[in-house]
């Protein structure tokens, strides 16, 4: 059983390159999500989505793009890339259990350095 | 807007100790309170998940606890290790799964 896995798990860009950060679940887990890590900051929330096809902006939306045309996958798209989105990027799949609890579990993180 | 803090930021222990870890959270609106584990350079590992109805939560040497009123939860560790040194990370949970993090609690036990 995987959990959640991202690729790639290392990157270095150059100002204005545009990039996708992938992320997968094979938990048929219906909400996912995108945080970005960064020193003394703590995680902030990107991105998230509820199901395939829905998706909404979280705390830090700016310069990332998101869609989820599966269950499966929620890709993170830079689409010109900045040095102040040098981060380590983490995706995150939640499940619903009864009552509608949810946990969350994380995969191993993407290292993106913007040059 | 919730935020989430976590006391200390740092934690210095011999091999041996019981202790606690402090996380505050302004908003009791929160569904749940996870806490993760986070080594150097990797993921998160999930610890601990309090539901919003439950007071604590137990595995092996760990227990977290819960109080919504007064905005806290505290996780406890019992007779630290060396292997017990890593970041912790309270996380409050709202709708859709979304999680509020805290900064983290940079735990070193040493022998």
């Known amino acids: 059983n995987a959990g959640v896995t991202q690729t790639p798990k290392f990157q270095v860009l150059k100002t204005g390159q545009s990039m996708t950060l992938q992320c997968a679940q094979d938990m048929n887990h219906e909400y996912m999500s995108w945080y970005r890590q960064d020193p003394g900051m703590g995680l902030r929330l990107i991105h998230y989505?509820?199901?395939?096809?829905?998706?909404d902006q979280g705390e830090v939306p700016n310069g990332y793009n998101v869609s989820r045309s599966t269950t499966e996958d929620f890709p993170l798209r830079l689409l010109s890339a900045a040095p102040s989105q040098t981060s380590v990027y983490f995706c995150a799949s939640t499940t619903i259990g009864a009552g509608g609890h949810t946990e969350a579990f994380f995969g191993q993180g993407t290292r993106l350095t913007v040059v | 807007k919730q935020e989430v803090t976590q006391i200390p930021a740092a934690l210095s222990v011999p091999e041996g100790e019981n202790l606690v870890l402090n996380c505050s959270f302004t908003?009791?609106?929160?569904?749940?309170l996870q806490w993760f584990r986070q080594d150097p350079g990797k993921g998160l590992t999930s610890l601990l998940l309090i539901q919003s109805s439950q007071r604590e939560q137990t595995s092996g040497r760990l227990n977290a606890s819960l109080d919504k009123s007064s905005g806290r939860s505290t996780l406890y560790i019992a007779a630290s290790q060396p292997g017990d040194s890593a970041t912790y990370l309270c996380a409050g949970g709202t709708s859709y799964g979304k999680l509020t993090f805290g900064q983290g609690t940079i735990l070193t036990v040493h022998p």
């Open positions: 908003d009791s609106a929160i569904y749940n």
């Open positions: 989505s509820v199901g395939a096809g829905i998706t």
